[in-house]
């Protein structure tokens, strides 16, 4: 019987996740990672909430919980380095980031500490072993699969790892819970940025970043079309929210480009603009699920990528540099955004990834 420390968010995934383990007679501790403090406008806080909900679960499987707080490391190793990229510009994934820095380091040292055989989360992934050591595999679920957001785990961290609800469908997941009784078993799953909650996401980040209003111009023309509130309020690809109307030849408007240094915001008209376009991406910083990268330092390899979740695969070649690794796609990419992370598979073997930096 091993001992299971198991990352409980009050969700209904991480609670089948602890109900499986304890189920196979496997010693299970549940453990509530507080990651954030502030409050809501409405002077709540949703990690009460779920605070309540982990320890109403653990209690209905029979086990024993703690909380432990890791605000601080969370500023420091994930918020911090989200501001600084919206300050730059970019738009980044800080999930990515948060499952490297908090889960699969500092509350896999605190599992460690209580004795832990294994830590366990409720990730829709899945594990399998290679002669390098354990490997990341998609979910079972395609359309809940996590592996996206687990890239930068190294092989290390993940052998000290399980995902129990790995191999199940989010509905044999919420069907599981509700026939064994548990409280999450029909709670909503959480979406977006965790820190940022239901609030507006333009008035959470003018709380940490002075907004600077600038011009928003047509690409090609170089005409003034509208004035941007602020560039880091905006992302490539997006067409809500741009306050243009009609004009032009008619069609919808696209965000196509954010010029830092002038502090315009260049937009062009149709989803078909060649400036939403490109097939060759620099993504760095590259994170390798097994250490090191397929291929030496300058040598092509195919494989599959996608530059965002929930995107189909895209076939694309991968050239490791010294630089970073250069993707180059089959075909062309819509809105590949700088910050953003693009995550290289081989069939269901998550290889790694890299955080776009430019586009070519």
């Not at 799953?189 to 909650?197: E, P, R």
């Not at 490109?278 to 996608?306: H, I």
């Amino acid at each position: 019987m091993a001992r299971v420390v198991v990352g409980m968010s009050g969700g209904v995934d991480s609670s089948v996740a602890a109900l499986l383990l304890h189920r196979a007679g496997h010693d299970v501790v549940g453990v509530f990672m507080k990651n954030w403090e502030e409050t809501d406008p409405n002077g709540t806080c949703a990690a009460e909430a779920d605070w309540a909900d982990v320890r109403a679960v653990c209690d209905c499987i029979g086990i024993p919980y703690y909380a432990v707080n890791f605000a601080k490391e969370y500023w420091d190793r994930v918020f911090a380095y989200f501001l600084e990229e919206y300050r730059a510009g970019r738009t980044p994934n800080p999930d990515v980031l948060c499952n490297r820095e908090i889960k699969f380091k500092a509350f896999l040292d605190f599992a460690h500490k209580l004795g832990a055989d294994h830590m366990a989360t409720g990730h829709f992934a899945r594990l399998g072993q290679s002669d390098a050591g354990r490997t990341l595999l998609r979910g079972a679920d395609s359309d809940k699969d996590q592996s996206y957001f687990l890239y930068m785990v190294g092989h290390e961290a993940l052998a000290h790892t399980l995902f129990p609800v790995g191999d199940l469908t989010k509905a044999q997941v919420r069907r599981i819970a509700g026939e064994a009784g548990l409280p999450t078993c029909d709670k909503k799953d959480s979406t977006g940025v965790c820190f940022i909650g239901e609030r507006n996401f333009k008035a959470f980040l003018q709380n940490y970043l002075p907004a600077q209003p600038g011009e928003m111009r047509q690409m090609g023309t170089g005409r003034v079309v509208g004035r941007h509130d602020g560039l880091m309020y905006y992302t490539l690809g997006q067409r809500r929210g741009l306050g243009i109307g009609g004009g032009g030849d008619g069609r919808r408007w696209f965000v196509v480009q954010k010029d830092l240094r002038t502090n315009v915001l260049w937009v062009a008209q149709g989803d078909d603009h060649p400036a939403l376009y490109t097939t060759r991406a620099l993504a760095v910083d590259p994170a390798w699920v097994a250490g090191q990268a397929p291929a030496a330092m300058g040598q092509a390899f195919p494989c599959t990528a996608r530059y965002r979740y929930r995107q189909a695969d895209q076939s694309v070649t991968i050239t490791p540099t010294k630089q970073g690794v250069w993707v180059t796609a089959d075909t062309p990419q819509r809105a590949v955004t700088p910050g953003q992370s693009v995550v290289f598979y081989q069939g269901e073997v998550c290889l790694g990834g890299g955080v776009v930096a430019e586009t070519a």
